[in-house]
């Protein structure tokens, strides 16, 4: 299950991990980026 979302201008997917996978406080980012010179600076 899947919900994407805009929070100031940025858009957020969160997934649910489904029954067998416990609540942690663990998040991961997805950054897309343009330009290598974009992602090196990231």
């Known amino acids: ?3 994407s979302f805009q929070l100031a201008e ?3 997917i969160a997934i649910n991990g489904g029954p067998n996978f ?3 406080p ?3 980012f997805f950054v897309s980026c343009e330009t290598t010179q974009e992602l090196d600076e990231l």
Do not use: D, E, K, L
Request: zero cysteines; charged letters at 0%; hydrophobic letters at 50%.
């Open 10 to 12: 940025q858009n957020f």
């Open 1 to 3: 299950m899947t919900v």
């Open 22 to 24: 416990t609540f942690t």
């Open 26 to 28: 663990a998040i991961s």
